[in-house]
């Protein structure tokens, strides 16, 4: 059963325009949110987080909006740079249920920025 | 700084031989220590993690095994590998204190088993 859903396995969009990549999760117990960056061949590299107390939260070009009620956030990223162009993975975490330590991902979208 | 290494970077085993890859952390104490799995066209799966010495999690069944010997050395084994142990394996590190710390990732080293 996959709790955290990436339905997207690709994107792609025009360098300087929004690129908006999804995830949803099915598990209410999810408190803790983050974003990682993979290009191939290296280690994921983390991007963003967001609790679930907040909406929102905004890094430079990032910005991650959480919807609770409907069990979803987005990582939005405005302008889109060809460098930007790797996978980007959702993952979340719950403190209760004694799995404090551990992240469940979804599957991950490639993302393609053209020139 | 904290930095974690992995090695070795890529290998190339036969079905049935044994695997043993090392994951150590620099520049922090008392890590929690995590192994993922990336499979072809997968997303990361956790398979083992550690919050001290001694101390391993496993969270799905396999011929795998992790071993922690020391505060920040984490070792992931197999006594005889199976073609369907191919993969990236990335091992992750966070500060103890629960999973609003974020996880950081090693460069991980990709398996293939003939």
């Known amino acids: 059963d996959q709790q955290v859903k990436q339905n997207s396995p690709s994107l792609s969009v025009q360098e300087g325009r929004i690129s908006i990549l999804n995830c949803d999760y099915t598990?209410?117990?999810?408190?803790?949110f983050l974003w990682y960056k993979k290009y191939p061949a290296e280690g994921p590299t983390f991007l963003i987080s967001i609790s679930s107390i907040k909406d929102k939260n905004e890094d430079g070009r990032f910005t991650v909006f959480l919807n609770k009620s409907a069990k979803h956030l987005s990582l939005h990223i405005v302008p889109s740079q060809p460098g930007d162009s790797a996978v980007y993975f959702c993952?979340?975490?719950?403190?209760?249920?004694?799995?404090?330590?551990?992240?469940?991902f979804g599957k991950g979208t490639l993302l393609t920025v053209n020139p | 700084s904290q930095t974690i290494h992995q090695w070795p970077a890529t290998l190339v085993q036969p079905v049935g031989s044994p695997l043993s890859l090392e994951c150590t952390v620099e520049?922090?104490?008392?890590?929690?220590l995590y192994w993922y799995r990336q499979a072809a066209g997968r997303g990361l799966q956790l398979l083992f993690y550690?919050?001290?010495?001694?101390?391993i999690s496993s969270e799905v069944p396999q011929n795998l095994s992790a071993s922690r010997p020391q505060d920040r050395q984490f070792i992931l084994s197999s006594k005889k590998l199976l073609l369907s142990d191919s993969g990236f394996y990335l091992c992750a590190w966070s500060t103890a204190g629960g999973p609003r710390n974020e996880q950081f990732f090693g460069p991980g080293t990709r398996l293939t088993v003939l």
């Open positions: 598990n209410s117990m999810f408190d803790y």
């Open positions: 550690s919050v001290g010495i001694g101390q």
């Open positions: 993952a979340a975490s719950d403190r209760g249920g004694g799995s404090n330590y551990k992240l469940t």
């Open positions: 520049g922090t104490s008392n890590p929690n």
